[in-house]
């Protein structure tokens, strides 16, 4: 299969802070073709991208309907990826705030006028699947890494989930034998999602990323990107596309697609996801609505996490 291969220069200094959501892509590149990008003074892959490079309909159906549950969860833990804060992607039930630095901030119960002990930032429906740093609440484990909640939780979902993880660790083999190799091989086996390069998956559900980089990512690793419609959901979307800001370069990932890319090293975020109609089907909460969280974008992100990592033997 034919692609193109470019060079490109990481000539944008990145002057906003972690968090910045970015909505204006003019300037930008989107690429929506085959393409290899390299960066032209370290030589260094920055990402692959190739169109309907995952096609098993039965793996990604039976994603779909399993993953959901999980998909869908709002949680408010993600960080810079989650935006600077802002009242209207925060849960009803928090009143004022306090102590707010860009993408957290302390607050007061609503209900109650209590000041919380616990910092939030921005609602995100964005929740991880395979193994994690963190010992899951309430199980009295110890251990660095442990199996998420969802999978634990959920056996038989999670191991529903794993065929279409292991179509995207096929894709990335096909498409970057020696990038694939090399990832495989760093993966402790004990964290080893199926037998893929990957230790961990991230889902996102119709949520716009905002500015960050992938800090406890293995380091000179790549993360495999694709993206499903959820067949659940019939509000379509368009645009929604992932950007490097540093490079002006933005890929238009729609199911079926791979990209592979460097998401450690290189700051990266979404553009806004736009309906395509303004009929909303379905029941979602004027907050769904507001914050576009009601269409039918899946994204999904496997990768390894630095605590998931063995030394290379070569």
Known sequence: MEYIQTRTVKKHKINDPPGKLITNIGGYIIYDKDVDIYDEDSHKLVAKFRKKKISNISSILKFNKNILPLAKRKKENRGSAAGLIERAKL????????????????????????????????????????????????????????????????????????????????????????????????????????????????????????????????????????????????????????????????????????????????????????PTSEDVHGKWSEQDKINNWHLNRISVVCYIKKSCMKQLEF
Request: charged share 25%.
């Open 91 to 274: 849960r009803e039930s928090v009143g004022d705030l306090y102590d707010t630095k860009s993408y957290r901030t302390g607050y007061f119960v609503k209900s109650t006028g209590k000041k919380s002990n616990t910092k939030i930032c921005n609602i995100a429906k964005s929740n991880v699947l395979g193994y994690i740093d963190l010992a899951p609440r309430n199980t009295g484990r110890t251990e660095k890494v442990n199996l998420s909640a969802y999978a634990r939780d959920y056996p038989q979902r999670y191991e529903d989930c794993l065929p279409f993880i292991t179509d995207i660790d096929e894709a990335f083999k096909e498409v970057s034998a020696d990038h694939h190799e090399r990832q495989y091989k760093m993966v402790d086996h004990k964290y080893r999602m199926a037998d893929t390069s990957f230790s961990t998956m991230t889902v996102n559900y119709s949520w716009q990323s905002a500015l960050h980089k992938d800090a406890n990512n293995g380091q000179e690793c790549y993360s495999c990107i694709t993206v499903i419609r959820d067949r659940d959901n019939k509000n379509n979307y368009s645009a929604g596309y992932l950007l490097f800001p540093e490079y002006r370069i933005g890929f238009n990932i729609r199911e079926g697609d791979l990209l592979i890319s460097d998401t450690v090293d290189n700051y990266h975020c979404n553009s806004p996801l736009i």
